[in-house]
């Protein structure tokens, strides 16, 4: 008869465990479908039955978690995934029925005639050495002459095309954020960080704040730009976990090269750089495998990470010049001091702050005020540093919530206002990106708050039915915001309701019903 023993299934301390009497027989085949990650059921399949009664282990739902998420989980992945597009469809496909509006979409579609003359040798041409609109965004440009080529005239084509980048975008963020955290010997990752990425990449499929770049046919550049840089770092995650050369690296090269398109769509990733080595620190943690032998970091160590890196800041370099010299023109040409700058650049982090948190009162044009009154600053730099110290006080037991608020502040830094943007204070546009850094950070934070206050089973339950709600209502929301980019006047109607003193959308409000009834002064958008 052979001799029972009890032992303990499980991977590392932090996943579940639990102890089961086990044939010391086939003790020794445990570890192997331990590291495989299959269900339990299927483990019991490969014992004798005779031998099946010996496992003893009673009737529950449990699974041994995978450690390769990403590799182990196609089939909940693509569940995932699909899960994704679907709530992402559902809440803009309305938008197929929309029109163009009198705000860009005049200059860069339907009275441009270079980009209705479709594809064409010479609109590629003019795509790359033309200046209109004071950017330079070839890509851009080239995506709006496909979609006149597809769809001519008819709005609802491009509408679709941006729904349908902000879907491939949704799911980019997934597999972002699984490839990056696939690493078994990340410190702080939980037993299965799958929920969480998910319900990161749900916040930015279905945040009210994505709703301007998805609906606004002149904001392709935001989706175009966003998808390359996704895919930028999706191809730097696969080439760090490989630990490959360079030189040898198909997915640095590929990195390279989404890079490039990225700042060709729109120059506002030019930090990827800088979000490179953030993600070398953690979920990579490739800085901690260049520590010197006495366990401090010194230029030698890191050296290798930082030229990697080089031809990244060139590219960099390169656009910033190219965008300053293209949006010189429209820059203003009144100087800012460096204490009203200041007041600019934390008053704008706020208020992002503040609309990722409380998305209401969203309009396509938030208006500089005058002055910034002084106690609204102090607020605004209270809350800043608040977080701040927060985040950098729980780095070494959660350095998530640092890694998401360093990506939200580094990746929003061509837009907070070190560069003048004239009469624009904010823009929920900006956020496009950013905010991946923002719901990782706050989703982490709230998760690692509910683990100290509930116990294991309620702390599920809590997040669980938290996460939906949050989802719905961001749904919902988006939904409400959708509606107001029906057509021009839904748009600037919308806007006055925020902001009664928008004189930007009164006055562009009563030249297009001009316009509307005086079709011979000018063209209106198609209907």
């Not at 040798?121 to 033309?130: A, H, I, K, L, Y």
């Not at 429209?330 to 934390?346: H, I």
């Not at 008053?347 to 503040?354: A, H, I, L, N, R």
Request: hydrophobic share 50%; net charge positive; charged share 15%.
């Amino acid at each position: 008869m052979a001799r029972k023993t009890t032992i303990k299934i499980g991977c590392l301390a932090c996943l579940p465990i639990f102890t089961s009497p086990i044939d010391e027989d086939y003790k020794s085949e445990i570890p192997v479908y331990l590291k495989v990650g299959v269900p339990l059921k299927s483990i019991l399949r490969h014992f004798p039955p005779p031998r099946r009664k010996n496992l003893g282990i009673r009737p529950f739902p449990f699974t041994i978690l995978p450690v390769n998420v990403f590799a182990s989980s196609p089939r909940r992945t693509f569940f995932a995934c699909a899960l994704l597009v679907i709530a992402t469809l559902a809440v803009y496909w309305p938008a197929h029925r929309y029109q163009f509006v009198a705000y860009d979409d005049d200059n860069y579609v339907y009275q441009n005639p270079m980009v209705l003359s479709g594809l064409t040798w010479q609109g590629v041409e003019w795509s790359f050495v033309d200046r209109q609109a004071n950017n330079w965004h070839p890509l851009t440009w080239l995506s709006h002459m496909a979609d006149c080529q597809i769809f001519g005239l008819n709005a609802g084509g491009p509408h679709l095309v941006n729904v349908a980048f902000h879907c491939a975008n949704a799911v980019l963020v997934f597999l972002l954020l699984q490839a990056l955290m696939r690493r078994t010997e990340i410190s702080a990752l939980p037993p299965d960080p799958f929920w969480r990425n998910l319900f990161i990449a749900g916040l930015f499929a279905l945040h009210p704040l994505r709703v301007e770049s998805v609906a606004w046919i002149s904001e392709r550049k935001d989706v175009l730009s966003g998808f390359f840089g996704l895919l930028a770092l999706l191809c730097y995650a696969h080439y760090a976990t490989g630990q490959r050369e360079p030189k040898a690296s198909l997915p640095y090269r590929l990195a390279l090269l989404f890079f490039t398109c990225s700042l060709l769509s729109k120059p506002m990733f030019v930090t990827l750089p800088l979000v490179l080595l953030l993600l070398d620190y953690w979920p990579l943690q490739r800085a901690a495998s260049k520590r010197s032998e006495d366990g401090r970091f010194n230029a030698s160590t890191l050296r290798p990470l930082l030229l990697e890196k080089i031809p990244f800041f060139v590219l960099t370099a390169i656009f910033c010049g190219i965008t300053l010299i293209a949006q010189k023109p429209g820059l203003p040409s009144q100087k800012m001091g460096f204490f009203a700058r200041l007041e600019t650049v934390v008053t704008d982090y706020f208020g992002y702050v503040e609309k990722l948190l409380w998305p209401h009162n969203l309009s396509f044009l938030y208006l500089r005020p005058d002055t910034i009154p002084l106690g609204q600053f102090f607020v605004a730099a209270l809350v800043l540093l608040l977080i701040s110290a927060l985040a950098f006080a729980l780095w070494r037991r959660c350095p998530a919530i640092m890694t998401g608020w360093l990506w939200f502040v580094i990746v929003l830094l061509p837009v907070c206002g070190i560069v003048s943007l004239g009469r624009l204070s904010i823009a929920d546009r900006y956020t496009y990106l950013p905010s991946i850094g923002f719901y990782l950070m706050m989703t982490w934070a709230l998760a690692e708050l509910a683990g100290k206050i509930f116990p294991a089973t309620a702390r599920q339950v809590f997040l669980g039915i938290g996460a939906a709600i949050v989802l719905a209502a961001c749904a919902v929301l988006s939904r409400e915001q959708l509606a107001s980019w029906q057509n021009t006047e839904t748009l600037y109607n919308h806007a006055l309701e925020v902001d009664p003193n928008n004189y930007v959308a009164k006055q562009n409000l009563h030249i297009y019903q001009f316009e509307k009834t005086n079709p011979n002064v000018r063209t209106p958008p198609p209907e």
